[in-house]
C-alpha cells in the first residue's frame, strides 16, 4: 500500500469508487475537480490517495469545518474501493487523516457514514458515536403531481435573475436551522461563489427563488449533470418569516419541471429524517427512499 497527498489528476480514479459506493452519486467530474481546487484554504485541508500495486484504491480528506456555527469542528471524508476493502486501507487513511484535524486544533471530527451494519460498526470501531440520521431519494421529474397553484404577490424567478448576493443571504440566513449534529453558521461567500454558484453542475435557470410583495423568500438549488440526465438538490431555504405558506412545495415543483425539459430523469435528494416538513413535501412530490446515511462523530 501506498498513500501521498492526492493531486486534482487522481480525481477521474476516485469518481467510479464514489459511483460504485453511492447510488445517488450525480456530481460531474469537472464539479468534483471544482471541489479539489475550490476547497478553502483556511479550512487547512489534507487530501489523501491510496494505492496498492499502482491502482487507486482509496480517497480521503479532513479539514476544519468552516461552515460550523462553533470553532474547533472538523470534518472527515473517506471512500474505498468496495473491492479493495478488507485490506486496512481505510484504517490507515483515517488514522492519518484524525492526526491532521488535531494538528490544525480541532476538538471534534463529523463524517457521514452509509446507514449499513458493516460500515457502522467499523465507524464504532474508530471511536466515533452514530448520530443524525439521513435519507436519500430520488424521483423522476417527468412524473410530477399537479403544478401547486402560485398565489397572489409571488413571483417565481430564476437564481440567474436574482443573483448570487441575494441568493447566499437568503440562504444563509434559512440553514442556520437546517437539523443536524453540527451547528451551521453559513457558508462564506467566497465559497459560496467558488462551489456553487459558479459549480459546472450548477443550473442557475434550473434553480429558482420565490418573491413574495417584492421581498426574496425562499430558494432551491438544483445541480445538473447533462451528460447523465441526474440532478442533485443541493438545498431548499425558506425565510422564517414566509414558513408555512408552501413556498418550498411550489419552488421544487417549478424547478422539477424546469430540470425535466432539460433531459433530467433522475433527480436525488437528502434530507435529515427530523426534518418533518420537507420529508412531507418531497413525499407529495413523489421521491422514493433509496438509501440512508448517518452522522458520525468523534471527540478529539
Known amino acids: 500500500m501506498e498513500i501521498r497527498d492526492a493531486v486534482i489528476e487522481d480525481i477521474a480514479r476516485v469518481d467510479p469508487i464514489r459511483r460504485a459506493t453511492f447510488p445517488w452519486h450525480v456530481a460531474s467530474l469537472a464539479t468534483q475537480e ?6 478553502p484554504p483556511e479550512g487547512k485541508p489534507l487530501r489523501l490517495s491510496a494505492f496498492i500495486d499502482s491502482r487507486l484504491v482509496g480517497f480521503g480528506m479532513s479539514s476544519l469545518n468552516v461552515m460550523a456555527a462553533n470553532p474547533g469542528e472538523s470534518g472527515m471524508f473517506l471512500i ?3 473491492q479493495a476493502r478488507g485490506r486496512g486501507v481505510a484504517k490507515e487513511l483515517h488514522d492519518r487523516l484524525i492526526e491532521h484535524v488535531r494538528e490544525i486544533g480541532a476538538h471534534r471530527v463529523q463524517a457521514h457514514a452509509l446507514d449499513s451494519p458493516q460500515v457502522l460498526a467499523w465507524a464504532r470501531r474508530q471511536g466515533f458515536e452514530v448520530g443524525a440520521n439521513e435519507r436519500w431519494s430520488v424521483v423522476d421529474p417527468r412524473e410530477l403531481p399537479p403544478m401547486p397553484a402560485i398565489p397572489a404577490g409571488v413571483e417565481i424567478v430564476s437564481l440567474e435573475e436574482l443573483g448570487p448576493v441575494t441568493s ?4 444563509t440566513e434559512a440553514f442556520l436551522d437546517e437539523p443536524g449534529d453540527v451547528p451551521n453558521g ?3 461567500y467566497e465559497m459560496f461563489l467558488n462551489q456553487i454558484w459558479n459549480a459546472p453542475d ?3 435557470e434550473v434553480s429558482v427563488a420565490a418573491v413574495v410583495d417584492g421581498v426574496p423568500a425562499a430558494t432551491t438549488n438544483l445541480e445538473v449533470n447533462r451528460a447523465t440526465g441526474k440532478a442533485m438538490s443541493s438545498g431548499t431555504s425558506t425565510l422564517r418569516q414566509f414558513r408555512g405558506r408552501g413556498l418550498a412545495k411550489l419552488l421544487k415543483s417549478v424547478s422539477l419541471r424546469r430540470a425535466a425539459d432539460k433531459g433530467v430523469t433522475a433527480a436525488f435528494t437528502c434530507n435529515d429524517y427530523t426534518n418533518a416538513p420537507m420529508l412531507a413535501i418531497n413525499d407529495w412530490l413523489g421521491y422514493k427512499v433509496i438509501g440512508g446515511s448517518r452522522s458520525v462523530l468523534k471527540s478529539l
Open 34 to 39: 471544482n471541489w479539489f481546487r475550490t476547497n
Open 186 to 188: 453559513g457558508m462564506p
Open 168 to 171: 447566499h443571504a437568503v440562504d
Open 80 to 82: 474505498v474501493d468496495p
Open 202 to 204: 450548477f443550473d442557475r
